[in-house]
């Protein structure tokens, strides 16, 4: 049997100025935000966020661990990482070549959840502390595997002064100066 349609009434107009007041007030907030002297800010490079101990950021490859398992292409939830074929000279072999897969990432994609480096099963792959890099075109973010087998470079990871983020009951998010030897 066809479902029965159901005629729904519109909500009651409550006046024309009450969306115009809507507007007014969030306005009067973004211009208090604005002018408030104790926004917090980051002005990047001159200060860059200080991260805790086990921060997930970009992956890299120790290519010597790795054992070609797939294990990390197979578990990627957004598919960034795949595995390419490689031909490398066969040891047993000599003169002959063998196909071996090797993975690598495309940054495009990848959310940093780090399933891939928690599921390795030799620790081939790990984290570096930092995710914030700038790239000129998204071509950049599709790593090979000579990319992905060292650190990207971060020049202001060692520049400006390090902050933290902590929660202030009165006024919510503030920004403050992190100590070196903070843990």
């Known amino acids: 049997m066809p479902a029965r349609p159901v005629a729904k009434a519109l909500p009651k107009r409550r006046g024309l100025f009450e969306g115009f007041k809507g507007n007014i007030a969030a306005i009067s907030l973004g211009v208090k935000y604005l002018i408030d002297p104790k926004r917090f800010t980051l002005i990047y490079p001159n200060e860059y966020i200080k991260l805790d101990p086990g921060y997930r950021g970009f992956i890299v490859l120790e290519k010597k661990k790795c054992i070609n398992c797939s294990s990390c292409a197979r578990i990627c939830p957004a598919a960034a990482m795949k595995m390419i074929k490689l031909p490398e000279p066969d040891p047993r072999h000599p003169g002959k070549t063998k196909i071996k897969l090797w993975p690598v990432i495309n940054y495009q994609r990848c959310i940093f959840c780090g399933y891939c480096v928690d599921v390795c099963p030799t620790e081939a792959l790990y984290h570096v502390p930092y995710h914030d890099i700038v790239y000129e075109n998204l071509a950049e973010m599709d790593w090979d595997l000579e990319t992905f087998t060292k650190p990207p470079d ?30």
């Open 154 to 183: 971060y020049p202001t990871a060692s520049e400006g002064m390090p902050v933290k983020y902590i929660v202030d009951e009165e006024r919510g998010l503030v920004k403050v100066k992190a100590q070196e030897g903070e843990q």
